[in-house]
């Protein structure tokens, strides 16, 4: 192999003439891009171990070398053993704190080794000064991507041992049991040198001192610090580990958690890291954002909600939103929006918590209608839409827009005309009811769930009965193909009903707050005198849905093509978006269709017409001159 021979010769010029002999960088790339997937583990062996001992007395630009040996060493089957028996040995010490940021990124990638196995993570968990400057660089470190690689590193150090385990899945109930006495966990959070150095670098008590950090890169660890604690937040991540060093710095008894949301952060003078720490409170609300630890919700719930309650985080959060009259403008601008964030997850997430608290429930409500009620039809149009409020209000638990009927619901604030996007999406969200077997309404039991659906159901009627033209309205919107954002979200909202997850109403009404009404009071409140249509299918299937939304999704597809002479601009991709989409409605249609057939007999021949329709594709020959463009009528 000449190329092995050329890259080994230069190599060994190179070594012998650190100063003098300058890279071929050219032949490694070379190298790099026709040997190292073929190479021999003996070849590949030796020429590690000769990058390795250039390193040493490199006096030029290291990347070309190191670039190489993060290639060499990518194969899963080069394992932190063949690492340790790298000659001379990896000073992964000097690796970390080298000046280089190329030097900084081969060390980690040559540590990440160690993560594969819980083994290999307790030999560099037995050197506390690896941790240290592992540690170190991934807070203080000016190079983003040597950050995100030491975040990466480290968070795979802590969980080593798990094989197979990925953010998507649950962590095991053995592993959430041993995770502890893992001996890198044990180096990192009770280590008291290596377990202060992160709050010596995180606090800006420290800041400016000879040695530590100025304020500005204080405030990007701790931004850092926040990132790694929503992966590995656990139980013990919340209590005490090292009292002398918590107490240094005013933590009482929630550990390393409470220093981060609590103490560090200077939330009052320091707008965008407040803005981080309520991302971060928002994320930690989630019952599965810890890869460590599920967070179960129990009694409507949970160790993280109980956090923010007892440290007074959560009813500040809330307040930026619900009480914005005690904040500044300048905060407001940033944190309405994050407060509104926070808001929506523990709504998902906590619907029952949330109900329970009258006040913060009549506050929502209230702040969300007054909202809604100043939008004007023009704003509307414009797409100037209140897009924080209405995730909230898609957020909230169904059953807490039904209550204030009689006074006005924020929902009914909500208009198919003109043609919002946002405003689509939010019915849309509302009327379709809970997600089968989701979390998104955090562990709710089966009578919550039970009142979600029929809710969804019973908002859905109700709002129909106050905008009779709603499907009228949602069908232009659907064939105003130039504003395509309001023509997709109008064909969501039609799938949406399609695909209902809807229960029917109890035949007693129950006392309290939040009852639903029977199934006689809704039709009544419908005026309507026979029972109305249980799920979304037949909804679809009855007027008023019946003459508009079914003969639109019949009919071919809008095009351009009489505007642009059948050019493929964006104008023709947004034809054709619109028109796939309101293809698979009409997929989802007829699928539902043929179960209601199977159950009952009925409605055959409107399988065979869909089916017709069907067989001609998304445009269905739409593609002649003379296809026509929706147009508003505002």
Not at 548 to 572: C, H, I, K, M, W
Request: charged fraction near 20%; charge should be negative.
């Amino acid at each position: 192999m000449d190329l092995l021979s050329d890259i080994q010769s230069h190599l060994v010029e190179v070594a012998l003439d650190p100063a003098g002999k300058a890279l071929n960088a050219r032949l490694l790339e070379k190298f790099d891009g026709q040997v190292t997937e073929t190479i021999s583990e003996i070849d590949r062996d030796t020429i590690i171990h000769q990058l390795a001992q250039i390193l040493l007395n490199l006096q030029q630009d290291p990347a070309p070398v190191t670039d190489l040996i993060e290639i060499l060493i990518r194969p899963a089957v080069y394992t932190f053993t063949r690492v340790l028996g790298i000659q001379p040995p990896v000073d992964f010490v000097a690796g970390l704190k080298a000046l280089f940021p190329s030097i900084n990124l081969v060390t980690l990638s040559l540590l990440e080794k160690a993560g594969c196995k819980s083994s290999d993570a307790g030999i560099v968990a037995g050197k506390p000064e690896i941790v240290a400057a592992l540690i170190e660089l991934w807070l203080s470190t000016p190079t983003t991507a040597v950050a995100l690689k030491a975040h990466r590193v480290l968070l795979a150090l802590l969980t080593a041992g798990e094989q197979g385990r990925t953010s998507n899945t649950k962590p095991s109930t053995n592993y959430q049991k041993s995770h502890e006495q893992g001996l890198m966990w044990r180096r990192v959070f009770r280590d008291k040198d290596v377990y202060g150095s992160i709050y010596r670098i995180c606090s800006l008590t420290t800041a400016g001192r000879d040695g530590e950090l100025r304020k500005r890169d204080k405030t990007v660890a701790q931004a850092r610090l926040l990132d790694l604690l929503v992966e590995i937040d656990c139980d013990s991540i919340r209590g005490p580990q090292v009292a002398e060093v918590e107490s240094h710095y005013g933590v009482k008894d929630e550990g390393l958690m409470e220093f981060a949301a609590l103490r560090m952060i200077d939330y009052e003078n320091d707008v965008l890291m407040h803005m981080t720490l309520i991302d971060f409170l928002a994320e930690i609300l989630k019952p599965d954002h810890s890869i460590i630890q599920t967070f179960d919700i129990s009694n409507h719930t949970s160790s993280s909600l109980a956090f923010l309650i007892k440290t007074g985080l959560h009813a500040r959060t809330l307040s930026y939103y619900l009480d914005a009259s005690k904040h500044s403008s300048l905060d407001l601008t940033y944190l309405y929006s994050r407060s509104a964030n926070y808001l929506a997850t523990y709504c998902s997430s906590y619907p029952s918590h949330f109900l329970s608290d009258q006040s913060v429930t009549g506050w929502t409500i209230d702040r969300l209608y007054e909202t809604l009620k100043r939008m004007t039809p023009g704003q509307w149009a414009q797409d100037l839409t209140p897009k924080h409020d209405l995730h909230v209000l898609a957020s909230l638990p169904r059953v807490a827009l039904l209550p204030r009927m009689t006074q006005g619901s924020p929902l009914f604030m909500l208009n198919a005309k003109p043609p919002n996007a946002d405003a689509l999406k939010t019915l849309a969200v509302v009327f379709k009811g809970p997600r089968e077997q989701d979390s998104s309404l955090g562990q709710i039991d089966s009578d919550e769930e039970y009142q979600e659906r029929s809710a969804a159901r019973t908002l859905y009627w109700l709002y129909l009965d106050q905008y009779s033209n709603l499907w009228q309205d949602v069908v232009k919107a659907g064939e105003t193909v130039a504003l395509k954002d309001a023509a997709l979200a109008s064909i969501a909202l039609i799938d949406a009903i399609v695909n209902a997850n809807w229960a029917t109403l109890p035949s007693a009404s129950d006392e309290g707050p939040y009852s639903l009404p029977t199934e006689k009071q809704l039709a009544e409140k419908c005026h309507s005198s026979q029972p109305l249509p249980a799920t979304g299918l037949l909804a679809m299937l009855a007027p008023p849905a019946l003459e508009a939304v079914l003969p639109y999704l019949l009919r071919p597809a809008q095009t351009f093509s009489n505007l642009v002479g059948g050019g493929e601009g964006d104008v023709e991709s947004a034809a054709y978006r619109v028109a796939a989409a309101k293809f698979d409605v009409l997929v989802s249609l007829k699928s539902r269709l043929v179960e209601y057939v199977q159950e009952t007999g009925q409605l055959n021949e409107v399988v065979e017409v869909i089916d017709k329709r069907l067989a001609l594709g998304p445009m269905g020959g739409s593609s002649d001159v003379g296809g026509r463009v929706g147009t508003l009528d505002l």
